[in-house]
């Protein structure tokens, strides 16, 4: 069973729509990321949150917005979304941001219409 | 900057028969390395990690990697292939100079064959 827990596991909107991806561990973890993974290929990283900060900002467009409420949450903001932003969202913890070993949620599958 | 090669996008084994993965990696400072298994519309899960000490370092389900600093591989093991090991393979690279920043590998699609 995996630590870091998603919701939802599927997602379906429309461009217009405004949505939320959430995410929670209790493992103690002090660094939470945002991936994103288009079908046979590696997932991209999007956030780096450490220390409930926000610290790296992967270039990702404003239409998606991160928000840390507390050191084992992590939300991601959606709103005026493309189709081609559809793709498994993941959420992954480390022990900090240096200790390059990830735990990662089942994932948040998005299609937009 | 650090960057990691996977080679073969695809590998097909019969079941029993030997698993290896191959993993090249570059980095400016000592890496840390791991490799990751993605079943299909899950999350990725560690299988093995290196960071420091030995070498030869063991993982899940059987699996294994050798950290070859000569030859900056990283390459990964089963020594009998279970049709439950078909699967996406990931390798990873992190290193402190790139702290919070792991680079994956393209993957590589382990196929199992009765």
């Known amino acids: 069973d995996t630590e870091v827990t998603q919701t939802p596991k599927h997602l379906v909107m429309g461009m217009t729509n405004k949505k939320s991806l959430k995410c929670e561990q209790h493992?103690?973890?002090?660094?939470m990321y945002w991936y994103k993974q288009k079908a046979k290929k590696p997932p991209e990283l999007m956030f780096v949150?450490?220390?409930?900060?926000?610290?790296i900002n992967e270039s990702v467009p404003s239409r998606f917005s991160p928000e840390c409420p507390n050191s084992s949450l992590l939300n991601l903001h959606l709103h005026a979304l493309q189709p081609e932003d559809s793709a498994l969202y993941l959420c992954?913890?480390?022990?900090?941001?240096?200790?390059?070993?990830?735990?990662f949620g089942e994932g948040s599958r998005l299609t937009v219409l | 900057a650090q960057s990691v090669t996977q080679l073969g996008s695809h590998v097909s084994v019969s079941e029993g028969a030997l698993v290896l993965l191959r993993c090249n990696y570059s980095?400016?400072?000592?890496?840390?390395l791991f490799w990751y298994v993605q079943y299909p519309n899950q999350g990725l899960q560690l299988l093995l990690k290196?960071?420091?000490?030995?070498?030869l370092v063991k993982g899940i389900n059987g699996f294994e990697a050798e950290f070859k600093k000569s030859e900056t591989s990283f390459h990964l093991t089963k020594p009998s292939a279970h049709m439950s090991d078909a699967a996406e393979y990931f390798c990873?690279?992190?290193?402190?100079?790139?702290?919070?920043?792991?680079?994956f590998g393209d993957g590589t699609t382990l196929t199992v064959k009765p």
């Open positions: 493992m103690g973890h002090r660094a």
């Open positions: 990873a690279v992190s290193d402190f100079s790139h702290a919070g920043k792991s680079t």
């Open positions: 949150y450490s220390y409930e900060k926000l610290s």
């Open positions: 980095s400016s400072v000592p890496p840390y």
């Open positions: 290196y960071t420091t000490g030995a070498t």
């Open positions: 992954a913890s480390s022990q900090d941001r240096g200790s390059g070993e990830l735990f």
